[in-house]
T-cell receptor, first 111, second 112 residues
Framework: EDQVTQSPEALRLQEGESSSLNCSYTVSGLRGLFWYRQDPGKGPEFLFTLYSAGEEKEKERLKATLTKKESFLHITAPKPEDSATYLCAVQATSGTYKYIFGTGTRLKVLA | DAGVTQSPTHLIKTRGQQVTLRCSPKSGHDTVSWYQQALGQGPQFIFQYYEEEERQRGNFPDRFSGHQFPNYSSELNVNALLLGDSALYLC???????????FGSGTQLSVL
């Protein structure tokens, strides 16, 4: 069964303290892995799409990487405005259109 | 350029009632998906509409139904509401041939 597991569930960082969020996945065939940011009471906001192992994408203080079994979202020198829930999702190649989401990592960055 | 818009933003219903949620996709997008997000959980796929047809359905009972109109807007209907249907309902749109989903802000449904 296709599955996505994210860790840790919650993370508190001091401003400037870099860290990584993990997304482990099991899927019959990977069509794409997606990272979203979600603020309280809002819908998810697209960050990155990764398609194959070894691929990396960057945006401001965020960098996403992909291996055959997991993805990491690296946050460098975070700021309080980076506080949010970060969701990982996969889409399988088996003729499916749905995203399978993890439960997310709640990030809190303290000033 | 307006993004994905959903209405209403909040809704309170009682058990057994029926509810209709509405979604207007981002301009140029012809595919609409609906997700349910319970508190503290990731979004769960309900179904996807394309060319006014339900293209794929997740593991949700028949109480959940939908519709897509010729202008690509969509509705989600839930009958015989249960307490467990309380959640944030998210609509997402995408243009044909891409996998990137654009989400609306959702409708927060509370069933009492």
């Amino acid at each position: 069964e296709d599955q996505v597991t994210q860790s840790p569930e919650a993370l508190r960082l001091q401003e400037g303290e870099s860290s990584s969020l993990n997304c482990s996945y099991t899927v019959s065939g990977l069509r794409g892995l997606f990272w979203y940011r979600q603020d309280p009471g809002k819908g998810p906001e697209f960050l990155f799409t990764l398609y194959s192992a070894g691929e990396e994408k960057e945006k401001e203080r965020l960098k996403a990487t992909l291996t055959k079994k997991e993805s990491f979202l690296h946050i460098t020198a975070p700021k309080p405005e980076d506080s949010a829930t970060y969701l990982c999702a996969v889409q399988a190649t088996s003729g499916t259109y749905k995203y399978i989401f993890g439960t997310g990592t709640r990030l809190k960055v303290l000033a | 350029d307006a993004g994905v818009t959903q209405s209403p933003t909040h809704l309170i219903k009682t058990r057994g009632q029926q509810v209709t949620l509405r979604c207007s996709p981002k301009s140029g997008h012809d595919t609409v998906s609906w997700y349910q997000q319970a508190l503290g959980q990731g979004p769960q796929f309900i179904f996807q509409y394309y060319e006014e047809e339900e293209r794929q359905r997740g593991n949700f009972p028949d109480r959940f139904s939908g519709h897509q109109f010729p202008n690509y807007s969509s509705e989600l209907n839930v009958n015989a509401l249960l307490l467990g249907d309380s959640a944030l309902y998210l609509c997402a749109s995408s243009p044909t041939g891409t996998q990137k989903l654009f989400f609306g802000s959702g409708t927060q449904l509370s069933v009492l």
